[in-house]
């Protein structure tokens, strides 16, 4: 146990000591505070990562009911927001006490007086060295007690509940999310379903279980989930309803995901898609059965060799098609499920972040994203969209459509069937080798002739609406597309008439919603009627800075929204503020401006000078946004003592192409000016910035610009540096695994343009790095692989530059693991905070703080000796 946990039972016990009596039974205290809207409650769990004891003061039944049981040392985050200090409080009183001797008495004289101040010193000590545990109180919808964090620590943030997007059902009463929570007492995630009534905020749970995920409607009341059961690695369709009936539709021998669910005949079958990994022999593929060769060797002919962090297999991923009906006896059964893609040599979902976006299911067949066969898949991004009719699935091997897409060779993504499964929206790239290529929205309006028209095309080929469209839905009516796309760090929703020719008349009109950006979006209802007073309404999921999870009701046609529920309170319970969330805008390093995201901490005050946190994102073609994140999250740093600042420079996106594409072949170039510009605006008009104490962090492609800073003047502005899963040497790109990307960016393969890969090297400037740097790499990202970090940390030992590694062994390019993800920021926030000067602020703060205490108990105890003396001369 720490310390400071030490300090606060010590000082519960002198309370419960001096403040307790054997007088009998007393009711439990009540407190006031803010409504939980949702009832799924709980984002700040903070006990657990304590490793302190937990009690929930409304016992374990109904809605209070804790996903662990009952109490235990580090008992978990519970959903409906029953962990809380008071409810530690109670239990460290309780356990030293039996209910029957409990009650709150006044004790007159100097005795009470010493203890009383005793219990104060150590509780406010305990509370200020480890201020993620002092939290005001307040009620979720069903009465349970949570709390607010009072400082937003990686503990709250990893520990948070974490909501899914929510999906209505057809007449927009109710929607389904999933909320899965971690528990740092007990090393364990657990997850639910959640059933949201729209119209007061609350929620209740319908499902519980450790994989429960994915939940679809199937009438007004009734859904689909996929489950994990069993050891065997098996998993089940199954279904249930509000009342509480569950049952299992179907079980396989491996795994099932992205269902998506159609109606076709009302109220009895649906159409139903789902997708799964299936050997050479069409088989689901499950690694737990997998029988073991003797050896473990690999040969490969062909690219890829491996993905993102696995070894490429002779296993596919293929998408299932078939009908869910509804028994007579109540219930759902699956029946004429067929393997679509069987014998036709492609894959879909598209690895390594295929899912739901990459196919969709109508009532006349399904349409899916694939990689051209015919060309190598490391060297080249062409997917192709296909469309298979229910007529051509019921053959022994389906006959491929392809939809033709004229000068378009790049990515296809989110192919979505109107409501009435006649026509198809999609979006898709121009260049066969840019990854991040400019997204081309397009219709098919003829599933018989499969040929797409685009919105908004020019001559030029460039497009008349500088944007990227990505997530596509279409209005009740069909007559109108509501599309999802980045917009000055903010992903926005846009709406358009369904038809190009109509569209084409004006660009498409931004639709307000909440701050922050959005990340999903539905109808709230499918009905058409004018009568209904949902329809045409949207349903949105959407994040921010401050907020993990907002749900909101959109009216399109008079340009208003409003929250139904949030799942911090818009950052409260995390103890942040919209107030702390700001913009600046200043000159690039050419004729153009660039945007940063500014976060201040919660307790700021414009008087005061805070150190420089100076992000750098990665991509390179990326964005710092408006939105959530557990692994780069400016709140987590700002909370420390900093002034987060997150630049958008040339190569981001939602700026319109061309600061995008301005970034090619010049990766050094203009990218570095324009941090350059950042910095020195900074410095002159932010006087609350200290920017002699400024570090600086990136990932990735914001790693490589750290080790390019790192050699160049700016560098030496820094106090530290963290590079996450950095480049050391561009001359190494070729030992990653999506060949197209370097051949895009750098102009040319390596051996034809050698100069382009060196001229932006940073391993060619190695004699200048010497500022303290912290390299962080792990052994399953084979995108840049781990010897580029541990190259990078070879370099500085050998320099004698201060520095550290920390490595990974099973993590990608990405840290998610949560025991690995609170390893990584203690890690990070402890290099920054050394050199920084924030941990001698802190150190001064405590040693400041217990002179203040000591000196308040000395002047107490000499007005108690004079008191004293007063009295015996009286005498």
């Known amino acids: 146990m720490t310390l400071f946990s030490s300090l606060l039972r010590l000082s519960f016990h002198l309370f419960a000591r001096f403040f307790t009596s054997e007088m009998g039974e007393a009711q439990d205290p009540r407190w006031d505070g803010y409504d939980d809207d949702d009832g799924s409650g709980g984002e700040e769990a903070l006990a657990a990562a304590a490793g302190l004891s937990c009690f929930s003061m409304r016992g374990c039944s109904g809605e209070g009911k804790h996903l662990d049981g009952c109490g235990g040392a580090g008992a978990a985050p519970h959903l409906d927001g029953t962990n809380s200090t008071t409810a530690i409080v109670v239990s460290e009183l309780k356990q030293l006490f039996p209910r029957s001797r409990r009650r709150l008495l006044l004790f007159p004289g100097v005795e009470t007086t010493f203890f009383f101040v005793c219990f104060t010193t150590l509780f406010f000590l305990a509370f200020i060295i480890n201020p993620a545990i002092a939290s005001p109180v307040w009620r979720d919808s069903a009465g349970n007690m949570t709390i607010m964090a009072t400082k937003f620590t990686p503990e709250v943030m990893l520990s948070a509940p974490r909501r899914s997007a929510a999906v209505p059902n057809g007449n927009g009463t109710l929607a389904l999310y999933t909320v899965s929570t971690y528990s740092f007492g007990e090393h364990k995630r657990r997850s639910e379903v959640r059933v949201l009534t729209i119209a007061n905020g609350q929620s209740s749970v319908v499902v519980e279980g450790s994989g429960a995920s994915e939940p679809n409607w199937v009438g007004e009341e009734e859904f689909v989930w996929v489950e994990g059961v069993g050891e065997k690695g098996e998993m089940e369709i199954k279904w249930g309803d509000v009342r509480g009936n569950k049952g299992v539709v179907k079980r396989f021998e491996g795994g099932v995901g992205n269902v998506k669910v159609r109606e076709v005949e009302r109220g009895r079958r649906w159409v139903l898609g789902f997708t799964v990994v299936v050997t050479p022999g069409g088989e689901i593929y499950n690694p737990v059965t997998e029988e073991k060769g003797l050896s473990s060797g690999r040969v490969y002919d062909g690219l890829f060799v491996r993905h993102w962090d696995a070894w490429s297999s002779e296993n596919k991923n293929s998408i299932r098609y078939g009908f869910l009906r509804r028994k007579e006896e109540g219930g759902f059964e699956i029946e004429g499920l067929v393997d679509a893609l069987y014998g036709t040599g492609l894959s879909s979902p598209v690895p390594p972040f295929g899912g739901t976006g990459d196919f969709d299911v109508g009532p006349k067949g399904l349409v899916f994203v694939a990689k051209d066969p015919k060309l190598d898949p490391a060297m080249y991004t062409k997917t192709d969209l296909y469309y298979l009719s229910l007529k051509e699935l019921a053959q022994e091997k389906p006959k491929l459509r392809l939809v033709e897409t004229p000068g378009l060779e790049g990515y296809s993504q989110s192919p979505v069937f109107s409501n009435d499964g006649n026509k ?452």
């Not at 990854?435 to 460039?462: I, M, Q, W």
């Not at 005050?605 to 994102?617: E, N, S, T």
């Open 424 to 875: 198809i929206a999609f979006t898709r790239m121009r260049s066969k080798q840019y990854e991040s290529d400019k997204t081309r929205l397009l219709l098919v309006k003829d599933l018989d002739e499969l040929k797409a028209e685009e919105f908004y095309a020019t001559e030029d080929g460039e497009g008349g609406w500088d944007a990227r469209p990505d997530a596509i839905l279409w209005s009740a009516d069909d007559k109108t597309l509501y599309v999802t796309a980045e917009h000055r760090a903010r992903n926005l929703i846009f709406q358009l008439p369904s038809t190009p020719c109509e569209a084409g008349k004006k660009l498409p009109s931004v639709i307000p919603t909440t701050d922050g950006s959005v990340s999903d979006v539905r109808l709230l209802s499918t009905t058409v009627s004018a009568h209904s007073p949902v329809a045409g309404r949207l349903f949105v999921t959407s994040t921010s800075l401050v907020d993990n999870s907002c749900y909101s009701i959109v009216n399109p046609s008079q340009s208003t929204f409003h929250i139904v529920s949030s799942n911090s309170k818009q950052g409260k319970s995390f103890g942040l503020s919209r107030l702390s969330v700001d913009d600046i805008t200043f000159k690039g390093a050419g004729d153009y401006d660039v945007h940063a995201l500014v976060m201040r901490p919660s307790n700021f005050d414009p008087k005061k000078k805070y150190p420089l946190c100076f992000l750098i994102h990665g991509g390179p073609q990326g964005a710092w946004a408006d939105s959530w994140s557990t692994r780069w999250n400016p709140a987590v740093f700002a909370e420390q003592g900093y002034v987060v600042v997150s630049p958008n420079p040339t190569g981001s996106t939602g700026y319109g192409m061309a600061l995008q594409n301005g970034i090619k072949g010049d990766w050094g170039g203009k990218p570095y000016n324009d941090l350059v510009n950042a910095f020195e605006y900074i410095q002159d008009n932010l006087d609350y910035v200290d920017t002699d104490r400024a570090v600086a962090l990136g990932a990735s492609y914001g790693g490589y610009m750290i080790n390019w800073i790192q050699g160049h003047p700016l560098g030496r502005k820094f106090k530290a540096l963290v590079c996450h899963d950095g480049v050391f040497s561009t001359s190494n790109q070729w030992s990653t695994e999506e060949l197209f990307f370097p051949i895009h960016d750098f102009e040319g393969t390596i051996y034809e343009n050698k100069e382009g890969y060196q001229k932006w090297d940073p391993a060619n400037h190695l004699n200048e790095w010497a500022t303290p740097e912290l390299i962080i790499h792990s052994e399953l990202d084979y995108r840049l692989p781990v010897t580029e970090g541990l190259a990078a940390f070879n370099v500085l030992q050998a320099k004698k530059v201060p520095s550290r590694l920390l490595v990974f062994p099973d993590e990608n390019h990405w840290v998610l693991k949560p025991e690995n993800s609170l390893v990584w920021h203690k890690t990070v926030l402890g290099w920054i905070n050394k050199y920084s000067g924030i941990e001698d602020d802190a150190g001064a703060q405590v040693q400041a703080l217990q002179a203040n205490v000591t000196k308040r108990e000395t002047e107490r105890l000499d007005k108690e000796t004079f008191a004293n003396l007063v009295s015996k001369l009286a005498l």
